[in-house]
């Protein structure tokens, strides 16, 4: 993580890279290429697609965040609690097995959570949580309902602002409107997020699944964003991981620590 020289104006880019399929090896490759930070959220098990073996997770792990993402890829609002539960504590047991280190960071699976799931995700002792909500870069009032920026997908403009609505993402339509300008494509999205934060401080999100990337013949596109990240200097590079505990030094480590004064100082003012 490199330092702003003005820390009341700090801009951050972080990437998710969720589900683990073997084809996110190859993004993988494309972030070390570029020197940037990304969490890979990896399930267990994923009825939909393939999952990279233990091995290849654990040598991913060197270089990038590996969180939890359940253990069987299932949505969690549609689950006993008993269920909610085991698949979120369980699933961390796996990976942190797996991995034979902690993990930090959680990922809802299909973006589908509500307030049981968050308390479960915290009980389990996750420091933070991932959600889909869209059109988003400043640093959430709930660090178990973190949004993202930008999906590496193509969206239309009704469904934008339909999904965002069914998600009470209130915040995000403004964005969409406001700072993303309609933008459709997700390079042109995703850029319009990155001056932003250049510009305001906050966080430029993006968070894509590797299979979609191949399915639509996308590697070039992703690794010309990859490429005008690593060109904008100024950005700060972080995991989500690192974002999750930052938030937690401002709000919940008494502010007379020095660990509290550092993360204060780090974290930039909400911006309208
Ligand atoms: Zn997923």
Redesign the pocket.
């Known amino acids: 993580m490199r330092a702003s020289s003005d820390p009341n104006n700090q801009a951050f880019v972080t990437i998710s890279v969720?589900?683990g399929h073997p084809a996110d090896l190859r993004v993988a490759e494309l972030l070390a290429k570029y020197n940037l930070a990304a969490t890979f959220?990896i399930?267990a098990h994923?009825p939909e697609n393939p999952v990279m073996s233990a091995t290849q997770m654990r040598e991913l792990s060197q270089r990038f965040e590996v969180g939890g993402?359940t253990l069987n890829?299932l949505p969690l609002s549609s689950l006993p609690t008993d269920e909610v539960w085991r698949e979120i504590s369980e699933g961390k047991d796996w990976l942190e097995n797996s991995l034979g280190k902690p993990a930090r960071s959680f990922?809802y699976?299909?973006?589908k959570y509500g307030s049981r799931a968050a308390a479960l995700v915290k009980k389990a002792g996750f420091v933070g949580a991932r959600t889909c909500q869209l059109n988003l870069h400043d640093f959430p009032d709930d660090p178990f309902a973190w949004g993202v920026s930008t999906q590496a997908h193509n969206h239309g403009r009704a469904v934008q602002i339909r999904h965002a609505l069914l998600e009470r993402n209130f915040q995000g339509v403004l964005n969409f409107l406001g700072v993303y300008r309609f933008a459709t494509d997700w390079d042109a999205h995703f850029r319009r997020a990155l001056d932003r934060v250049q510009t305001h401080g906050g966080i430029a999100h993006l968070y894509l699944?590797s299979w979609e990337i191949d399915q639509f013949d996308e590697w070039h596109k992703l690794e010309s964003v990859l490429r005008s990240i690593s060109q904008r200097e100024s950005l700060i590079r972080v995991t989500n991981g690192e974002l999750f505990a930052m938030w937690g030094a401002r709000n919940r480590v008494p502010a007379v620590t020095e660990a509290g004064k550092q993360a204060k100082l780090l974290i930039p003012k909400k911006h309208e």
């Open positions: 969720d589900d959220y399930p994923n993402h890829h990922c699976p299909m973006g699944h």
